[in-house]
């Protein structure tokens, strides 16, 4: 397990955070829009049960109706919201992660960070999520192990394979310690990584690190809740966004293997977590 420096800085207390522009006038336009078409759909649902024998009023509301529930534009952006469908909850901490992330990348499995303090008691420092795309890994996983049977898939390391792979995966952070500071995180990264880099590139690879761990910027703000996506795209970039704000980028396949081994790799931050994500990638071609 590999540590996270400390002592944390304590000069940012937790906070309760709402997201920008909920009480915009926008907002609350639309919360009146979707109230009276919801009002309308029941009124007309009403009518059109006690008017059946009205011919005209009734094709007239059937026609209403079909128009709210098919062609509003306003169903259909609330329908495709993230957020707006399945969520997992995190035991331990109560935070919950959306089932599908950018469209496209589904849930693998979630876990949680943990620290020990001065050896007495150990801290919920974040909890996390592995996302990675549906069918790039259905397409990539069953192209290499299709013509295994469930037993023989169910030995393979895919989770290894994963990282390695040129699959579009999301590692989502959300911070449960609400008195850490960024320049932690930042020092925790430098230790982390830097291990990994050292593990897997075989030299000194101090330029690279610093251009991931120098996106921490002492500036940024991580209350609790806040979000940090690490997401590795196609062609081996590294992007990196907080509270879906973009802060930086690198393109490096070294990085990429290096920032994942700490989720879904030999030694993981939560071993139950991996365990999980491996049969999640099984079940993936075996269904």
């Known amino acids: 397990m590999v540590s996270l420096r400390f002592p944390f800085s304590f000069s940012q207390p937790a906070t309760t955070r709402v997201p920008s522009g909920a009480f915009s006038p926008a907002n609350i336009a639309c919360s009146v829009a979707v109230s009276a078409a919801i009002g309308a ?84 420092v974040y909890a996390f999520g592995v996302y990675a795309d549906d069918s790039d890994i259905k397409n990539f996983l069953s192209e290499k192990y299709g013509t295994l049977s469930t037993t023989e898939v169910k030995q393979k390391n895919m989770t290894q394979d994963l990282m390695e792979s040129d699959v579009s995966v999301t590692v989502r952070l959300q911070i449960v310690y609400g008195k850490l500071s960024i320049r932690s995180v930042r020092n925790a990264f430098e230790d982390s990584v830097g291990n990994r880099l050292k593990k897997f590139g075989g030299s000194d690879n101090k330029e690279l690190l610093q251009k991931f761990t120098s996106q921490f910027k002492d500036e940024y703000k991580i209350p609790r809740g806040s979000i940090i996506d690490l997401s590795k795209e196609k062609g081996y970039v590294l992007r990196t966004s907080i509270d879906g704000k973009e802060v930086g980028s690198v393109q490096s396949q070294l990085l990429c293997r290096s920032i994942l081994d700490l989720y879904i790799g030999d030694e993981p931050f939560d071993s139950k977590a991996k365990e999980d994500i491996d049969l999640k990638l099984a079940s993936a071609i075996t269904k």
């Open 41 to 124: 759909g029941i009124s007309a649902g009403i009518c059109l049960s006690q008017n059946s024998t009205s011919p005209s009023l009734h094709n007239a509301l059937k026609s209403l109706l079909s128009n709210l529930s098919h062609s509003s534009p306003l169903w259909g952006s609330l329908s495709l919201s993230e957020g707006s469908g399945d969520v997992v909850t995190e035991s331990k901490t109560g935070f919950s992660f959306p089932a599908v992330l950018k469209d496209s990348q589904g849930l693998l499995g979630i876990g949680l960070r943990r620290k020990a303090v001065f050896g007495l008691k150990n801290i919920d």
